[in-house]
């Protein structure tokens, strides 16, 4: 760095000030181009009229009201001029601005005696004429955020998020008196079970991304959630393997690798959460009994994972059994809370995307350990196998909520 | 608001534009004239692109005669020499095509009138009834969704009896073209007469000059609350219906005369539902 700075004849610590340099100067070049910035344009033609569509964010059933979230998705303004279901005008105030900004939202109250499992079809247009619509394939009503609610949401976030986990926790006696060979397998097992999770993740989060506003840049929300998670815990990883008073870079185990487990399955059952919570308050899905058993069934083989590496470590307590069924279940709680009341794919696609970034780290994580500890390395036909049976526990048991 | 009400209901909450006269030019039609063949009737329209409002707070890029959407009333008496300076100063070419008996030359359809420049039309005004006229370039789709059409009168040789009369174009308006019109009114903008009721006395029939030029609907209808009328299709003859509610498509048109039994408030509309609530609805107000 001196080096450099003296090569350069800076003083030291000049560069910081220098470094604004650039800045300035495309300041001065931005103002001079927003001063003739549209002459400009007129030589190489004229940019084309906004689109004018509202994004329509989501559409609530109140007793004799319906409430529609709408967001400003383009950079010219645009106003609520009339708003109609199923092809009426009706009557409407809006909680907010009726001129909404770029990436700014109202709330539109319509007064409307709807009818229960009815579909309907809201639209807003705009002053410019253009009605944007959204279909609801059934009215529900949406219960507002009262404590009976919050409970509810509560309850379906822990029995499909910690009570599935903590049962998959109850193999750790039985794994206890496996052989290392088992154990590995079943190590391999969660790296398979994690991956199914990664692309499922991942796919979702592309297929969210897809519905947002250009405006916010879906792809880029991904790479920002997965990065931020995979780095994140590599991160945490490390200074785990250094409370451990490891060698530097030496794979993660026992309750270190554990943890590390839980907290990539916990953000994954943040964004099944949230996916849960809101399709119930959108009236998408019918959450019956019959559903709730298949996300314990597909989630019980979380607990698993959890479970092996703690087989292959010193024993622990029952309370941090309950801490690590929490980081890994509780946040199907949250997410189901989130979904559930505010109801954001944009919080959903970046949800989605941490989850995906924490599975794959965690699949580094685990296939290190197996490198190291299975008996035959990677190659062995227990690991093969184990990581292909997660991957078919997986897929089988995901056909019960599918 | 004081629990749920619908834009069908009166008061305060009708969403419409415009105030309470913006509408007259359109509503009421020029006075009729005494049969004196040969005498010229001159009307000048100037073509243009003009943003109108065509429900409260909704903007569309019209294309309109003389500014509004539907164009004046033209008016004549048969065998008048009806003489129409067509000025076109939009940005595409328009013509001025007429119902009614003329000269094929005189017919709106051959004889294009670019941005910029004229045409006048002139023919004897026959047969007697209600016609209307609309640009006929193309795409004619286009040039008659956009507004360019109206009313067009002729009166009888003998004068029809003394009536409160009223024009009554049926207009709808596809502010997203997407081929489906989004709000649909009398005279253009939606819930108009909703917001501002038609008065009317019980004493005098009621003339209504009834058009039909929504594009894209195969049909139009209007209906009357609380009463019958004599329905004359076209005008053109003595021979009329006894009903409350009338079918048109587009370029269907006819006399509506209303001998009105009580005083009150007594709605009208289009009898498809969907036109109703998307604007097409009004009130007379009946007075001793």
Redesign the interface.
Same mark, same amino acid.
């Given at each position: 760095m001196a080096r450099t700075e003296a090569a350069a004849g800076l003083r030291p610590g000049a560069w910081r000030l220098w470094a604004l340099l650039p800045l300035l100067l495309l300041i001065g070049v931005v103002a001079l181009f927003a001063s003739t910035g549209t002459s400009l344009l007129d030589l190489v033609g004229r940019a084309p009229p906004p689109v004018d569509q509202f994004d329509i964010r989501r559409v609530e059933f109140r007793p004799?009201e319906i409430r529609i979230r709408v967001t400003n998705p383009q950079r010219p303004k645009l106003?609520i001029? @009339?708003v109609?279901v199923d092809?009426?005008? &009706?009557?409407f105030?809006v909680d907010g601005p009726r001129e909404l900004g770029r990436l700014r939202s109202s709330t539109i109250v319509v007064?409307?005696?709807w009818v229960e499992d009815d579909p309907y079809t809201v639209g807003v @247009?705009?002053? %410019?004429?253009?009605?944007t619509t959204f279909a609801v394939p059934a009215a529900v009503e949406t219960r507002g955020a009262s404590s009976k609610s919050f409970l509810g949401y509560a309850l379906i976030g822990f029995l499909v998020g910690v009570v599935p986990v903590a049962l998959g926790l109850g193999w750790l006696p039985s794994l206890r008196g496996a052989g290392l060979r088992w154990i590995t397998a079943f190590m391999a097992l969660t790296a398979g079970l994690l991956s199914f999770l990664a692309l499922d993740a991942l796919a979702e989060a592309l297929d969210l991304q897809a519905g947002l506003p250009s405006g916010f840049q879906g792809p880029g929300l991904i790479l920002l959630g997965v990065a931020t998670s995979y780095l994140g815990l590599t991160y945490v990883s490390q200074r785990f393997s250094r409370a451990g008073r490891r060698e530097a870079g030496a794979p993660l185990e026992g309750v270190a690798l554990a943890t590390l487990v839980a907290i990539g399955i916990g953000l994954h059952n943040l964004g099944e959460g949230l996916a849960i919570g809101s399709s119930i308050a959108l009236g998408e899905l019918a959450l019956g009994t019959f559903l709730i058993v298949g996300f314990m069934v597909h989630n019980v083989t979380e607990g698993l994972g959890i479970a092996a590496p703690i087989a292959d470590g010193a024993r622990v307590g029952l309370s941090r059994l309950a801490a690590l069924a929490l980081v890994a279940g509780g946040p199907a709680i949250v997410g189901a809370w989130i979904g559930g009341f505010i109801t954001s794919d944009v919080l959903g696609v970046l949800f989605f995307g941490l989850a995906a970034g924490a599975a794959l780290q965690v699949i580094v994580e685990v296939g290190r350990y197996v490198a190291r500890r299975a008996p035959g390395g990677l190659r062995s036909g227990y690991v093969i196998g184990g990581y292909l049976a997660g991957i078919v526990v997986m897929y089988l048991t995901g056909l019960l909520v599918a | 608001?004081s629990?749920? @009400?619908?834009?069908a209901m009166v008061g305060g909450?009708v969403?419409a534009p415009g105030g309470p006269d913006s509408l007259d030019a359109l509503l009421h039609p020029p006075k009729p004239l005494p049969h004196k063949p040969g005498r010229v009737r001159e009307y000048t329209l100037v073509a243009s692109d003009r943003q109108i409002e &065509?429900?409260?707070? &909704? *903007? *569309?890029n019209a294309w309109t005669y003389n500014g509004t959407a539907p164009g004046p009333v033209i008016r004549a008496t048969e065998d008048d020499l009806l003489r129409v300076n067509l000025l076109n100063g939009g940005s595409h070419p328009h013509t001025i095509h007429f119902h009614g008996i003329h000269p094929a030359n005189m017919d709106g359809v051959f004889e294009i009138v670019e941005p910029g420049s004229s045409f006048t039309y002139e023919f004897p005004a026959r047969p007697y009834g209600m016609q209307l006229y609309h640009c006929h370039s193309t795409p004619l789709k286009k040039h008659i969704a956009k507004g360019l059409y109206g009313a067009f009168i002729i009166d009888p040789p003998e004068p029809r009896r003394p009536a409160q009369e009223l024009v009554m174009v049926l207009t709808g *308006?596809d @502010?997203?073209g997407d081929g489906e019109n %989004?709000?649909y009114g009398v005279n253009g903008p939606? *819930?108009y007469y909703a917001k501002y009721p038609i008065r009317v006395r019980r004493s005098q029939t009621v003339r209504i000059y009834l058009a039909n030029l929504t594009e894209f609907d195969l049909i139009n209808s209007f209906h009357l609350h609380g009463d019958f009328f004599r329905y004359y299709p076209t005008g053109s003859s003595d021979h009329f219906e006894y009903t409350d509610t009338v079918m048109l498509c587009q370029g269907q048109r006819g006399i509506i005369e209303i001998d009105f039994a009580n005083t009150g408030r007594f709605m009208f509309h289009a009898h498809q539902s969907?036109f109703t609530?998307?604007?097409w609805m009004g009130f007379f107000e009946v007075e001793d």
């Amino acid at each position: 760095m001196a080096r450099t700075e003296a090569a350069a004849g800076l003083r030291p610590g000049a560069w910081r000030l220098w470094a604004l340099l650039p800045l300035l100067l495309l300041i001065g070049v931005v103002a001079l181009f927003a001063s003739t910035g549209t002459s400009l344009l007129d030589l190489v033609g004229r940019a084309p009229p906004p689109v004018d569509q509202f994004d329509i964010r989501r559409v609530e059933f109140r007793p004799d009201e319906i409430r529609i979230r709408v967001t400003n998705p383009q950079r010219p303004k645009l106003t609520i001029a @009339t708003v109609t279901v199923d092809d009426a005008i &009706v009557p409407f105030r809006v909680d907010g601005p009726r001129e909404l900004g770029r990436l700014r939202s109202s709330t539109i109250v319509v007064p409307f005696q709807w009818v229960e499992d009815d579909p309907y079809t809201v639209g807003v @247009t705009s002053s %410019n004429g253009i009605q944007t619509t959204f279909a609801v394939p059934a009215a529900v009503e949406t219960r507002g955020a009262s404590s009976k609610s919050f409970l509810g949401y509560a309850l379906i976030g822990f029995l499909v998020g910690v009570v599935p986990v903590a049962l998959g926790l109850g193999w750790l006696p039985s794994l206890r008196g496996a052989g290392l060979r088992w154990i590995t397998a079943f190590m391999a097992l969660t790296a398979g079970l994690l991956s199914f999770l990664a692309l499922d993740a991942l796919a979702e989060a592309l297929d969210l991304q897809a519905g947002l506003p250009s405006g916010f840049q879906g792809p880029g929300l991904i790479l920002l959630g997965v990065a931020t998670s995979y780095l994140g815990l590599t991160y945490v990883s490390q200074r785990f393997s250094r409370a451990g008073r490891r060698e530097a870079g030496a794979p993660l185990e026992g309750v270190a690798l554990a943890t590390l487990v839980a907290i990539g399955i916990g953000l994954h059952n943040l964004g099944e959460g949230l996916a849960i919570g809101s399709s119930i308050a959108l009236g998408e899905l019918a959450l019956g009994t019959f559903l709730i058993v298949g996300f314990m069934v597909h989630n019980v083989t979380e607990g698993l994972g959890i479970a092996a590496p703690i087989a292959d470590g010193a024993r622990v307590g029952l309370s941090r059994l309950a801490a690590l069924a929490l980081v890994a279940g509780g946040p199907a709680i949250v997410g189901a809370w989130i979904g559930g009341f505010i109801t954001s794919d944009v919080l959903g696609v970046l949800f989605f995307g941490l989850a995906a970034g924490a599975a794959l780290q965690v699949i580094v994580e685990v296939g290190r350990y197996v490198a190291r500890r299975a008996p035959g390395g990677l190659r062995s036909g227990y690991v093969i196998g184990g990581y292909l049976a997660g991957i078919v526990v997986m897929y089988l048991t995901g056909l019960l909520v599918a | 608001m004081s629990g749920p @009400t619908h834009a069908a209901m009166v008061g305060g909450e009708v969403p419409a534009p415009g105030g309470p006269d913006s509408l007259d030019a359109l509503l009421h039609p020029p006075k009729p004239l005494p049969h004196k063949p040969g005498r010229v009737r001159e009307y000048t329209l100037v073509a243009s692109d003009r943003q109108i409002e &065509v429900a409260k707070g &909704v *903007f *569309f890029n019209a294309w309109t005669y003389n500014g509004t959407a539907p164009g004046p009333v033209i008016r004549a008496t048969e065998d008048d020499l009806l003489r129409v300076n067509l000025l076109n100063g939009g940005s595409h070419p328009h013509t001025i095509h007429f119902h009614g008996i003329h000269p094929a030359n005189m017919d709106g359809v051959f004889e294009i009138v670019e941005p910029g420049s004229s045409f006048t039309y002139e023919f004897p005004a026959r047969p007697y009834g209600m016609q209307l006229y609309h640009c006929h370039s193309t795409p004619l789709k286009k040039h008659i969704a956009k507004g360019l059409y109206g009313a067009f009168i002729i009166d009888p040789p003998e004068p029809r009896r003394p009536a409160q009369e009223l024009v009554m174009v049926l207009t709808g *308006f596809d @502010t997203d073209g997407d081929g489906e019109n %989004n709000f649909y009114g009398v005279n253009g903008p939606a *819930f108009y007469y909703a917001k501002y009721p038609i008065r009317v006395r019980r004493s005098q029939t009621v003339r209504i000059y009834l058009a039909n030029l929504t594009e894209f609907d195969l049909i139009n209808s209007f209906h009357l609350h609380g009463d019958f009328f004599r329905y004359y299709p076209t005008g053109s003859s003595d021979h009329f219906e006894y009903t409350d509610t009338v079918m048109l498509c587009q370029g269907q048109r006819g006399i509506i005369e209303i001998d009105f039994a009580n005083t009150g408030r007594f709605m009208f509309h289009a009898h498809q539902s969907e036109f109703t609530e998307l604007g097409w609805m009004g009130f007379f107000e009946v007075e001793d």
